[in-house]
């Protein structure tokens, strides 16, 4: 039976022909199938070196002008991982301690060339076993890494949350307080529409706060009816103070686009992740290209269209000038923690959390990059169909007379909140509406009031984060009581620590910050079911 032969790729670091041929010798006959490079001084090593594909440097320990230890310096400053034999005509202990140390994986003596092929193979084992352990070693590292910037961002999440929660309640102090001052002013005057700017500025700044909690855990998308290109204009300012002054921006917004449905301050998010990736691709100075059209659905897009029942899409571009993509890590640049960018620079979310938007808004993503010349994202985006556009209708102020015929009621409803503001503006906005009103600062009062006036209270509405009692341990001790009450929690925070089936058994669950409308709407239509 004939013996397998083994490939290797040497490069020989040899003056002496004579030698280079012996050890060729010992090799073949020792059933390797050698292929080799002859580098007989030092030019010679460093030209080898440009394009080094070897398995193995076997090097003379002392050339006239290079040494084997200086071989192996200079593979190491090179970054060129390789096993290194040094063979030398004479030498003793020492030198071959001295050899091991610095790096070679073996010492051998040109008069025991005998079995100089079983110690090749044998430095071959060591060298994989190491590198293996290397591998090992960096992939902890790695893993170590990762897990240090999961625990930072979840660090920053529960910061962020705190803030969520603080600045929505502002926010819905402001935009119901604006909602109820619009009552007592006639439309049409300029305080109406400064208080309508206030509204519509605080409704924005809700959309700082979602940013905020996209980075630590998942947030309800409210899906609206979005012109894309209102969106975009609406953000050129924010972005154009994110990049440089060097950097132009330029927009090619198609007309009569259709619109989409999306969750605005989610996809305002992958408008400013897009942004920030040119910047610092670009470097300071370039152009940032935002560039939208509707495209039918084609051949090529079938098998990624994830939506049979779509025929439509709208397509944002996001073009830059910078320095391009290795063809090598585009598919890598979508992976949670994956980043091209310097350590320290970026998280390696950017592109991942913009994957996970764009997916679940039902679209995808395209790129294209050369190096050196820019990188170019295609998102496509659903069209809404014209029957569902049909039944939709924007989110609107309502004056206060046409939201007292929607939405009044004689009803008793229990305001639960610990924010002093948020409890006044309820009761304030309902009382209004024709409803009596109960309050309560924290859970464990709402409970008391709650008993005292079982048969009157037709709802409860409870914030979710208080002292003493949660909105959720309110809703289930209520329950207890009273199995048919009717309830709405509050919240400006994420609900997914909450247990799912509780959450199913109340009425509504309502975001903060809402305007008058929503709430009021809200409350009518769970009073009347």
Same mark, same amino acid.
């Given at each position: ?54 398995? +193995? ?43 091991l140390?610095?790096?070679?994986? *073996?010492y ?13 193979? &044998?430095?071959? *084992?060591?060298?994989?076993?190491? $590198?293996?352990?290397?591998?090992m ?6 893993? $170590? ?9 979840e @660090? ?6 705190? +803030? #969520? ?28 529409? /400064? ?33 894309? /290109? ?9 972005? @154009? ?10 927009l ?16 305002t ?8 990736? #040119?910047?610092? #691709? =670009? ?11 509707a ?8 098998s ?15 073009? *830059?000038t ?16 994956y ?53 939709? @209708? ?10 007292? &015929? ?6 008793? +409803?229990?305001?639960?909140e ?5 409890? @006044? ?7 209004d ?30 914030? =979710? ?39 199913? /058994? ?5 975001? !903060?910050?809402?305007?008058?409308? !929503? ?11």
């Amino acid at each position: 039976m004939q013996e397998t032969l083994k490939k290797i790729n040497v490069l020989f670091v040899e003056d002496n022909p004579d030698d280079v041929e012996l050890e060729l010798y010992e090799l073949r006959k020792g059933s390797f199938d050698v292929s080799q490079q002859v580098a007989r001084n030092r030019d010679e090593f460093l030209a080898a070196l440009e394009n080094l594909d070897v398995d +193995i440097v076997i090097a003379d320990y002392s050339l006239p002008d290079l040494t084997g230890i200086e071989a192996i310096h200079i593979l190491r400053e090179r970054n060129i991982a390789v096993p290194v034999i040094l063979i030398t005509g004479m030498g003793n202990e020492q030198v071959a301690v001295d050899s091991l140390r610095e790096g070679a994986i *073996d010492y051998i003596l040109k008069k025991n060339i005998a079995g100089f092929a079983a110690r090749v193979d &044998r430095a071959l *084992d060591i060298w994989a076993d190491r $590198q293996t352990i290397v591998t090992m070693e960096a992939e902890k590292e790695k893993l $170590q890494q990762q897990l240090f910037q999961s625990q930072k961002m979840e @660090s920053v999440g529960r910061l962020a949350g705190g +803030i #969520a929660h603080d600045f929505n309640n502002l926010l819905t102090g402001i935009m119901g307080y604006a909602s109820l001052s619009l009552k007592a002013i006639p439309e049409g005057t300029q305080v109406s529409k /400064n208080i309508h700017t206030i509204i519509e500025v605080s409704k924005r700044a809700s959309h700082l706060v979602k940013q905020l909690l996209l980075f630590s855990r998942k947030i309800p998308l409210e899906f609206k009816i979005v012109d894309v /290109n209102n969106l975009i204009r609406e953000n050129v300012g924010f972005i @154009s103070r994110m990049v440089e002054e060097t950097v132009e921006i330029k927009l090619d917004l198609q007309d009569d686009l259709p619109m989409v449905k999306s969750d605005v301050g989610q996809f305002t998010q992958v408008l400013m992740n897009f942004a920030v990736n #040119a910047r610092d #691709a =670009m470097e300071g100075s370039g152009t940032l290209e935002f560039k939208t059209e509707a495209v039918p659905v084609s051949d090529e897009m079938i098998s990624k269209n994830p939506s049979p029942d779509v025929k439509e899409y709208v397509v944002i571009t996001v073009t *830059d000038t910078g320095c391009g993509i290795d063809e090598e890590n585009l598919p890598k640049i979508f992976d949670p923690f994956y980043s091209t960018k310097e350590v320290g620079k970026g998280t390696g979310l950017g592109l991942s959390i913009v994957y996970s938007i764009v997916t679940g808004h039902g679209g995808w993503i395209d790129v294209e990059s050369t190096k050196g010349k820019g990188t170019s994202f295609k998102v496509y985006i659903p069209v809404i169909s014209e029957e569902a556009l049909a039944g939709t @209708s924007p989110e609107s102020v309502v004056s206060g007379e046409g939201l007292r &015929r929607l939405v009044s009621g004689k009803e008793t +409803i229990l305001i639960v909140e610990d924010e002093e503001v948020l409890r @006044s503006f309820s009761s304030q906005m309902l009382t209004d509406l024709g409803y009596n009103v109960l309050l309560a600062s924290d859970g464990e009062e709402a409970l008391v009031i709650f008993q005292e006036n079982l048969e009157m209270i037709d709802l409860v509405v409870s914030d =979710m984060i208080m002292p003493k009692k949660s909105g959720i341990e309110l809703f289930n001790d209520l329950k207890k009581i009273k199995p048919a009450v009717k309830f709405i929690l509050v919240t400006g925070y994420c609900l997914e620590e909450a247990e799912g089936h509780i959450l199913r /058994n109340m009425e509504a669950i309502l975001m !903060k910050p809402y305007t008058t409308e !929503k709430i009021a709407a809200l409350i009518r239509r769970t009073l009347d079911t």
